[in-house]
Nanobody, 126 residues
Framework: QVQLVESGGGLVQPGGSLRLSCAAS????????LGWFRQVPGKEREGVSL????????YYGDSVKGRFTMSRDDAKNTMYLQMNGLKPEDTAVYYC???????????????????WGQGTQVTVSS
């Protein structure tokens, strides 16, 4: 059974850091397209960071570039999102996602991913 389980969300002050984890079971992360998305009420799910299944390259949304780092630990079958320099506008529910193959030109489309974590709330506030 394919499953993604997230952890690591919480409340942090502006400028602070959090690390989100997403542990996979039932499949091997290294063979999949991977993504972190976030969503706020009333808005569509937004791509934050992605790892391509084609070449393993990592991509970042413009709003998080230079502040967030996505990584993968194959030994633990877990992916991570290190978030530094957090801003109030980063407040959202964060989801990890995976799929066997996602074309590069549709990687930012959440509907392309079949497997999702349960979501974890990140709140940035003083």
């Amino acid at each position: 059974q394919v499953q993604l389980v997230e952890s690591g969300g919480g409340l942090v002050q502006p400028g602070g850091s959090l690390r989100l984890s997403c542990a996979a079971s039932g499949f091997t992360l290294g063979n999949y397209a991977l993504g972190w998305f976030r969503q706020v009420p009333g808005k569509e799910r937004e791509g934050v960071s992605l790892i391509s299944s084609s070449d393993g390259s990592t991509y970042y949304g413009d709003s998080v570039k230079g502040r967030f780092t996505m990584s993968r630990d194959d030994a633990k079958n877990t992916m991570y999102l290190q978030m530094n320099g957090l801003k109030p506008e980063d407040t959202a529910v964060y989801y990890c996602a995976a799929d066997t193959f996602v074309p590069i030109w549709t990687m930012w489309d959440a509907s392309e991913y079949d497997y999702w974590g349960q979501g974890t709330q990140v709140t940035v506030s003083s």
